[in-house]
C-alpha cells in the first residue's frame, strides 16, 4: 500500500511567496551584475543594488533589467560565430527567451532566409512587452554607478 503525500502548506506558502515577489529573478538579476561588473566588494555591491533597486521602484515602479545594448549585441556576437551578420530562427527565439523575452515577433524581417540580423534582434529585444521583461529599462541607465 503506498501513501500518496498531499503537498505541504507551508511549503506551498512559501513558494506562492517567492513567486510573488519574484525573488528567484531578483538573484538571478542581482548575480548577473555582480558577474557583469565584477566589483571589489561584492557585499558592498549587493547592498548598493538593493538600495538602489528600492528607490527605482519607489520612483518608477518595477525592476530595471540588467541587459543594456551592448550586452544584447554580445548575444549576438555569440551566436554569429561566423561573423555572417545573421543568426538563425532557431537561434533567434532561443537568445531571446535567454533574455527573458517571452512575446516577440513569430515571423520577424529575415525569417524567410533563415537569417535575423542584428538591427532585427536589437529590435526585438528592446520592444519587448513591459510585462514580459523585468523593465523597460536597461541596467546601465537604470544604475550607472554600479557599473
Known sequence: MSAVSSPNPKSQ??????????????????????????????????????????????????????FTDANITSVFGMLDVTNNGYISMEQYRSALKTLGVKKYTARPEGCEKDQISLGTFMTEAEDAPLSNIMSAHPFSRAFPELE
Not at 19 to 33: C, D, G, S, V, Y
Not at 55 to 61: I, L, T
Open 13 to 66: 506558502l512559501a513558494e506562492a511567496y517567492v513567486q510573488k515577489h519574484r525573488i528567484p529573478e531578483l538573484f538571478e538579476n542581482m548575480t548577473a551584475a555582480i558577474i557583469h561588473t565584477q566589483p571589489e566588494n561584492a557585499k558592498k555591491f549587493m547592498i548598493k543594488y538593493l538600495e538602489n533597486l528600492k528607490m527605482y521602484r519607489e520612483e518608477k515602479g518595477d525592476y530595471p533589467a540588467m
